[in-house]
């Protein structure tokens, strides 16, 4: 066979090949970075992680094989998460993927140039991490959570659940930019459901234990937990304190309920990481970031815990669990 002919057949079957292939095969692996403000440890870490290897897997790409996957993870440290986002932008990946709103915001800060993912924001426009949900128009793209309109569910449910709450702790991330959207919609709605609504912002396990410590030892008292970095990863803590204090609470994800919480009513967040692949598949096949349009979740779970509701004393109207996505006993 001619050098010429040898050239134009090893071409033709280069070509042919997957994108992912392709680039093994002409030794430039995609790299693909993710950015998790929670511990690796944290059974929802790897549930997260799964869930977004598994939806590239389902796309051909395959971690280690014909695509390279460096994952970091801040385990609430906020210092920490700000240097693995550098880390990783010196790694210059093709794709960088950020798990929730505090690590977009780090990768926000170390990059304006490699394509980000989110796969777990709330108000990506407000918070002013792209310029319209259809057209985001720079390098940020990805998926939403629940609107704030939501917070207005949570109380709903707080008080179908202990009728008798009439004092309502609600306790949020200072740092998370979502945070005052959802206290716009909680607070205004608090004299319908006939409760007194108190809002405190915290930042570590000291403050949040102090936030419960207020609002403990009466009879009549109930939590909200926004979503946030440390609210979950102290999620243990402020499940131990509710119970102790007999404290019905409502959490915003599923993962709080599995860990013993008393119920939740949120988007299924696992969902959204393995939305977040899809992206990931077509920047990496050559779209970009700028024209795919930002979607939201459409998959909500209400979830209870009959175990904690029994230890708590409370009888979860059968009206309500009717409608039930998932009972835990």
Known sequence: MKRR?????????????????????????????????????DPEGRNRIDAFRHGLEKLGWMAGQN??????????????????????????????????????????????????????????????????????????????QHEFAIGVKWLELLKELAPRVKRVAVIYHTDNPASAGYLTTITPAAPTFGVELTTTGVRNIAEIERAIAAIAGTWDGGIIVLHGRAPSTGRKRIIALSEQHRLPAVYP???????????????????????????????????????????????????????????????????????????IE
């Open 253 to 327: 994800f599923r993962y709080w309920v599995v860990s013993g919480g008393l119920a939740s009513y949120g988007i299924d967040n696992i969902e959204l990481y393995r939305l977040a692949a899809t992206y990931v598949d077509r920047i990496l096949k050559g779209e970009k970031p700028a024209d795919l349009p930002v979607q939201h979740a459409t998959k909500f779970q209400l979830v209870i815990n009959l175990k904690t509701a029994k230890a708590l004393g409370l009888d979860p109207p059968i009206t309500l669990l009717a409608r039930t996505d998932e009972v």
């Open 5 to 41: 002919e040898f050239i134009t057949l090893l071409a033709g079957a280069t070509a042919a090949l997957p994108l992912g292939a392709r680039a093994q095969h002409l030794g430039t692996m995609p790299r693909v970075g993710v950015l998790f403000g929670i511990a690796e440890k």
């Open 67 to 144: 695509v390279q996957i460096e994952s970091r993870w801040a385990g609430g440290d906020l210092d920490r998460l700000k240097a693995q986002a550098a880390e990783l932008v010196r790694l210059k990946p093709d794709v960088l993927v950020a798990g929730a709103t505090v690590s977009l915001v780090a990768l926000q800060e170390a990059t304006r140039d490699i394509p980000i993912v989110f796969a777990q924001v709330t108000d990506p426009v407000g918070a002013g991490f792209v310029r319209s949900l259809a057209r985001p128009g720079g390098n940020i793209t990805g998926f939403t």
